[in-house]
């Protein structure tokens, strides 16, 4: 997605959008030990801890938190029909052509998934 639509995106989806994409995105990844997006030093695991352990649907958020969590699991985004049905998949997302870094190795942490033991569709 591109950075531009992750912006208009971050200032008008409810919560309820954002804990569906962080469910859908907690059941579907099986990989928690290799790179962030949003901060390539931690991994998967260690960054769900930071972003969505404790997310909250009563809680207001600002707007770059928002964005954070969809531009770290736009993966797994479902929008309903009041701003049309959008899912974007990992071939659809932004990628960096020819940066040539040396290999990070992000630190490791077991994801927490104890807000979401309870979640029902």
Known sequence: MKNSIRKKYARI???EDLQLMLYLY????KD???SSILNPRFSKGKMWNVLAANFDVRKT????????LLK???SCLIIGPEL???IYEDSIKNKRK???KEKIVPYYEE???????????
């Open 84 to 86: 049309g049905i959008i």
């Open 26 to 29: 907690g059941i579907s990844t």
């Open 32 to 34: 928690w030990k290799s």
């Open 72 to 74: 770290e699991y736009e």
């Open 98 to 100: 020819g940066e040539n």
């Open 13 to 15: 989806v409810k919560n």
């Open 111 to 121: 994801p927490n998934f104890q807000n979401y033991k309870d979640f029902k569709l």
């Open 61 to 68: 958020y600002c707007y770059k938190f928002k964005y954070n």
